[in-house]
């Protein structure tokens, strides 16, 4: 089983900044998809960023051009960037991993609240 632990959550002023890290116990890391959802209370949780193996970043719409997902795989660990921070941006952010085979891990969430 693969363990996936996040830490950087907190609270910050809007347009603050952010980073998010998930570090997966899994030595086939490198192959994984890794990205982040947002869950907010009495919603679906929303895909807000990913990153393939290959290095290829997909970010929804609400958060292109403040976020950026990065990945250092000699770590086994995933970033997530988040600059201009806004009030929607509140949530409990999950770190996911998918592998190849099409298992998906995920981690326990870490909250970000944005406020001022």
């Known amino acids: 089983q693969v363990q996936l632990v996040e830490s950087g959550g907190g609270l910050v002023q809007p347009g603050g900044s952010l980073t998010l890290s998930c570090t997966a116990s899994?030595?086939?890391?490198?192959?994984?998809?890794m990205g982040w959802y947002r869950q907010t209370p009495g919603k679906q949780r929303d895909l807000v960023a990913n990153?393939?193996?290959?290095?290829?970043?997909n970010l929804a719409d609400s958060v292109e051009g403040r976020f950026t997902i990065s990945r250092d795989n000699a770590r086994n660990t995933v970033f997530l960037h988040m600059k201009n921070l806004k009030p929607e941006d509140t949530g409990v952010y999950y770190c996911?991993?998918?592998?190849?085979?099409?298992?998906?891990?995920w981690g326990q969430g870490t909250l970000v609240t944005v406020s001022s």
């Open positions: 990153q393939t193996s290959g290095g290829i970043p």
């Open positions: 996911y991993g998918r592998t190849p085979w099409g298992l998906t891990y």
């Open positions: 899994s030595s086939n890391f490198r192959q994984y998809t």
